[in-house]
C-alpha cells in the first residue's frame, strides 16, 4: 500500500491502523453497492434494448398500462412504430425501435465502463484492506 505521498503500514500504532480499517471498511461497502446499482441498471437498459427490438412483434398485443404506482389499466399495444424514451428526471424523446436499440446501447456501454471502473477500484480498496488486517494482526501478537 505504500506508494507516492503515502506511510508504510508497519510505522503506524494499532491505534491509526484501526483508524485505517475503518476507513477502507466505508469505501468497500460504498463501492460494493455502487457495483451493485451499477449492475442492477445494467440489468434494466438490457432489458428495454432487447424489448425495444422485439416491438414489431408486439402490435396488437394486451399489456398492463400504470396508471399509479399501484393502479393499472387494460390496453393494446398500438403504433409500434414510434416509441417514448425515458432519458431520465421526467424527460422523455420519441424514437424508432431501432433508434432506441442503439441509445440503449450507449448507455449499456457507458454503465459498463463504469462498472468496470467501480470493480478496478474496489480491488484496489479490498487488497489494501487486507494488507492493513495484515499487519495489525502481526503488531497484536507482537504485543
Known sequence: MAGAGSVPLKSLTAE?????RGDLEKDVGMLEQNVKALAEAQQRLVASQESAGR?????GMAAMVPF????????????????LVDLGTGYFVEKTPEEA???????????????????????????????????????????
Do not use: C, H, W
Not at 16 to 20: A, D
Not at 68 to 83: A, F, Q, W
Open 101 to 143: 436499440q442503439k441509445y440503449f446501447g450507449r448507455r449499456l456501454a457507458i454503465v459498463k465502463e463504469n462498472i468496470e471502473k467501480a470493480s478496478g477500484i474496489l480491488s484496489q480498496k479490498q487488497r489494501n484492506l487486507e494488507a492493513v488486517q495484515a499487519v495489525y494482526r502481526s503488531k497484536a501478537q507482537d504485543q
Open 68 to 83: 399509479t404506482d399501484g393502479i393499472y389499466l387494460p390496453g393494446k399495444i398500438g403504433d409500434t412504430s414510434r416509441l
Open 16 to 20: 491509526q491502523l484501526e483508524n485505517v
Open 55 to 59: 416491438m414489431a412483434e408486439m402490435g
